[in-house]
T-cell receptor, first 116, second 115 residues
């Protein structure tokens, strides 16, 4: 079974600084998808960024970028120039599109605190 | 361009009652996924439906829980004879085609409290 591990229950960063959130996963598959979702206090789940495992290039969305290390099964999220609005729970998620299981597998989340 | 809609946002039930949670997918989306989030946990997949079909219910508890996505109207997650352990946030997500490349877009969730 696939598992997703986020080893940092909580992270704190100064406004305008850069922070990296860690995520590792366990899979025997070679073709899969990885995601970072943000859950602010409103509890809405918002897609931040996605990465296809077959792509070597790391995904980037404005201030958000990933460091995807396929061999190490690592998928970290870097947030540059942190803003107060970035404060939220961040969930790493995995999806293997096959084997009869179509849902996302989520980690337990990292609570990101932005210090003004 | 409305996103995924869920209602109610908050639902309170007493033990033994039934809970019905509704999800309207994004316009043009015909694939719906239900997830449950227990306190301090990540989301756990429950069930994946297309119109009138359950595709994958591998995460659904075997008893008391059922889901449907009729030809017309929203998807419904139904919990019969609720117990305190059912208290959680229930999220619905939708995707366009259900293909392996599709991104799932989430609704705001329904927070169920069982007294």
């Amino acid at each position: 079974a696939q598992t997703v591990t986020q080893s940092q229950p909580e992270m704190s960063v100064q406004e305008a600084e850069t922070v990296t959130l860690s995520c590792t996963y366990d899979t025997s598959e070679s073709d899969y998808y990885l995601f970072w979702y943000k859950q602010p206090p409103s509890r809405q789940m918002i897609l931040v960024i996605r990465q296809e495992a077959y792509k070597q290039q790391n995904a980037t969305e404005n201030r958000f970028s990933v460091n995807f290390q396929k061999a190490a099964k690592s998928f970290s999220l870097k947030i540059s120039d942190s803003q107060l609005g970035d404060a939220a729970m961040y969930f790493c998620a995995y999806r293997f599109p096959g084997g009869g299981a179509d849902g996302l597998t989520f980690g337990k989340g990292t609570h990101l605190i932005i210090q003004p | 361009n409305a996103g995924v809609m869920q209602n109610p946002r908050h639902l309170v039930r007493r033990r033994g009652q039934e809970a019905r949670l509704r999800c309207s997918p994004m316009k043009g989306h015909s694939h719906v996924y239900w997830y449950r989030q227990l306190p301090e946990e990540g989301l756990k997949f429950m069930v994946y439906l297309q119109k009138e079909n359950i595709i994958d219910e591998s995460g659904m508890p075997k008893e008391r829980f059922s889901a449907e996505f009729p030809k017309e109207g929203p998807s419904i997650l139904r919990i019969q004879q609720v117990v305190r352990g059912d208290s959680a946030a229930y999220f619905c997500a939708s995707s366009f085609l259900g293909l392996r490349t599709d991104t799932q877009y989430f609704g705001p969730g329904t927070r169920l409290t069982v007294l």
